[in-house]
């Protein structure tokens, strides 16, 4: 139960008999997802007056950021936005591609701005599912997580992880996908729109859904003075998208649009993600249909072979030709980190990129080579300077500051979460709106903790 505490003092200009119930909402109320605590004054049902607090679930992101080598970030990005890691690994890697001047591959793009869309779309079904739950309408969320479920399933199949997948690396991705992957994308994407649609149906006409959803507007000029962006910004009429006004990666390349509201209240904020949603599907199918084949750097040919058989060559003395005549056959839950596909998605640069894994498994050249990128006091070293590189999050604008001081661990890593500027406004967002109105106006920030509280 929450704490109540009452307050006998009369409200100003109120009858003096008037009182003020103190409500704390959270960290233990469903609604507030375990880690915010929104302390309210209540007057009746209306919320006078409003305390949001944060730091419930400090990661440390950014001071452990500076412990590890550069390509070790990438674990902890994942747990920003755990909901769509993707995006949080790509934003990264571009940082410090920028700081060291380079590009990574055609297809590589390809495949990273793909599979942040997927993440993107994994990021707004969980939204509007949360939302849609704690308003009641349960058979909602059923429909949206077993969508959610579709692609996440795709993502496993590629990055070897649902969640936590830590696919990207500096250069490049963790490896290629198999020649399976994309009729079960398709499907997922036939499957996910599919249950869009029906969420369509049951919610966007629904009067009861509607009349919870029409409340707490905020304006464009209120949206611009706290640097809110992302959904909320678009749904209060602002055209503002990172992948239109500065295009990163391949998405200059793609045809999709940018859905603006007009009322910016909570119910032009599902609008909004649900017709994102959509666009990224389509964004999703686009690639597939344009992804280049990438040209492919095979250094050597023979037969495949097992590394247990190479080492019983190996042990007999049997080393003449070794590595000319044959390559590592690796574990499945290394598939497409070849070499016969990783040149295709990765920067052809061995100071930069791990190597292919039969030959960090099958020549002391490779196994050095790796060793050398991932070992403390070894590693990338970036020159010295800074990098600052902004992607489209689902919740809006996503940047990541990079500075290095010409060694192999960064010196600053500095993350704008773009929840954080929507949560620091949502005290003057909600103060004048009922109690109810509260949980859908939460809801409607899809405020990620790992995200907000770094």
């Known amino acids: 139960m929450p704490l109540v505490e009452l307050d006998k003092k009369p409200a100003e200009g109120g009858d003096p008999e008037e009182r003020r119930m103190m409500l704390h909402m959270g960290p233990s109320h469903p609604a507030m997802h375990g880690t915010i605590q929104i302390n309210v004054e209540l007057d009746g049902e209306v919320i006078r007056r409003a305390d949001v607090e944060i730091g419930y679930l400090h990661r440390c992101f950014e001071k452990m950021s500076e412990t590890v080598v550069w390509n070790n970030v990438f674990p902890y990005t994942d747990r920003l936005n755990y909901v769509s890691p993707l995006i949080n690994n790509a934003g990264y890697a571009m940082a410090v ?52 479920e579709y692609l996440w399933e795709t993502i496993e199949q590629l990055t070897g992880a649902r969640l936590t997948i830590s696919y990207c690396r500096v250069g490049g991705v963790k490896g290629d996908w198999s020649k399976d992957f994309e009729p079960g994308l398709r499907d997922a994407i036939a499957r996910t729109r599919e249950k869009i649609h029906l969420t369509d149906k049951l919610l966007t006409r629904n009067r009861i859904w509607v009349d919870r959803m029409e409340t707490a507007p905020t304006d464009a000029a209120f949206c611009r003075r706290w ?5 909320w910004l678009r749904s209060s009429g602002v055209d503002y998208d990172v992948r239109k006004d500065f295009p990163y990666s391949i998405y200059d390349q793609l045809d999709f649009d940018v859905p603006v509201g007009t009322r910016g209240d909570n119910y032009d904020r599902y609008l909004v993600r649900m017709e994102e949603m959509r666009q990224s599907l389509r964004l999703i199918e686009q690639c597939l249909e344009k992804m280049p084949e990438g040209e492919l750097n095979v250094d050597h040919e023979g037969r495949v072979m097992r590394a247990s058989d190479m080492k019983d060559h190996g042990a007999r003395g049997e080393t003449e030709g070794l590595v000319m005549d044959y390559s590592v056959a690796a574990d499945p839950t290394l598939q497409g980190t070849g070499s016969d596909v990783v040149w295709s998605v990765r920067v052809g640069d061995r100071d930069v990129t791990l190597p292919p894994k039969e030959e960090v498994y099958g ?5 050095i080579n790796h060793f050398k990128l991932v070992m403390s006091g070894h590693g990338i070293r970036p020159p010295e300077g800074e990098a600052y590189q902004a992607v489209e999050g689902a919740n809006g604008e996503l940047g990541f500051y990079v500075i290095s001081k010409g060694e192999d661990k960064p010196w600053r890593v500095r993350v704008r979460p773009p929840c954080f500027p929507t949560m620091s406004a ?18 409607a920030v899809n405020m990620i903790g790992g995200e907000l509280d770094r």
Do not use: N, Q
């Not at 869309?117 to 704690?134: G, N, P, Y």
């Not at 020549?363 to 196994?367: N, Q, Y």
């Open 97 to 148: 591609e920028k700081l060291l001047g380079i590009k990574t591959t055609e297809r590589c793009e390809w495949i990273r701005t793909m599979m942040s869309e997927v993440s993107r779309v994994t990021d707004h079904l969980t939204c509007v599912a949360a939302s849609a739950m704690e308003c009641g309408a349960f058979t909602v969320f059923l429909y949206l997580i077993e969508a959610r």
């Open 227 to 231: 640097g809110i962006t992302g959904p």
């Open 363 to 367: 020549s002391i050249e490779g196994l």
């Open 426 to 443: 949502l005290h003057a967002v909600v103060e004048g709106i009922m109690i109810a109105d509260l949980v859908p106006t939460f809801g």
